[in-house]
């Protein structure tokens, strides 16, 4: 499994599925669905693990349950497009808890596209106006709130390696 595109055969493509679908089955839970017994799907686990396939497993959280009830779209616009300028403004947001996804996105007028997640409107504000714009070389910022998931899932399409 080397190189850009891994060869993947049935098994691996299932083993994928169910762990995208919960990442905290256990190897004997993961082998009976796959239909393998307990010690191949182990290797084969390790394999795509060790191919980089499987980055890590994951723990969804409610974020509602939690209090985190207002998700922010940003469109991060910035001042100079260069190499010191982006990876200067990417090392910032990558210490940002709030930050849970971020682009450099072409097709805008933005540079960046973040995703943020916060309490409400007044921690927004503070994340905004005492984090955001204070990072050198941000030179305009335009916020969207999200007002219902309709789609938000963190599953790949397996079924075009089939």
Same mark, same amino acid.
């Given at each position: ?47 795509? =693990?060790?191919?980089?396939?499987? &980055?890590?497993? @994951?723990?969804?959280? %409610?974020?509602?349950?939690?209090? +985190? ?39 805008? =007028?933005?540079?960046?596209?973040? &995703?943020?997640? @916060?309490?409400?409107? %007044?921690?927004?504000?503070?994340? +905004? ?34």
């Amino acid at each position: 499994m080397t190189g850009e595109t891994a060869r993947l055969d049935g098994h691996d493509l299932r083993i994928l599925h169910h762990l995208q679908e919960n990442g905290g089955l256990s190897n004997l839970e993961l082998a009976q669905r796959v239909g393998l017994s307990p010690s191949p799907c182990s290797r084969r686990v390790q394999k795509l =693990e060790d191919a980089g396939i499987i &980055q890590g497993r @994951v723990v969804v959280l %409610d974020r509602k349950k939690l209090g +985190l009830d207002l998700t922010v779209i940003l469109q991060i616009a910035m001042d100079r497009h260069t190499p010191e300028r982006f990876e200067n403004f990417e090392q910032k947001v990558m210490s940002y808890p709030e930050v849970q996804k971020c682009y450099l996105i072409t097709g805008q =007028e933005a540079d960046y596209m973040l &995703q943020v997640v @916060v309490p409400d409107m %007044d921690h927004y504000q503070q994340f +905004l106006l005492n984090r955001i714009t204070r990072i050198e070389g941000v030179s305009g910022v335009h916020s969207s709130f999200v007002m219902r998931r309709v789609i938000d899932k963190m599953t790949l399409p397996l079924k075009y390696l089939e």
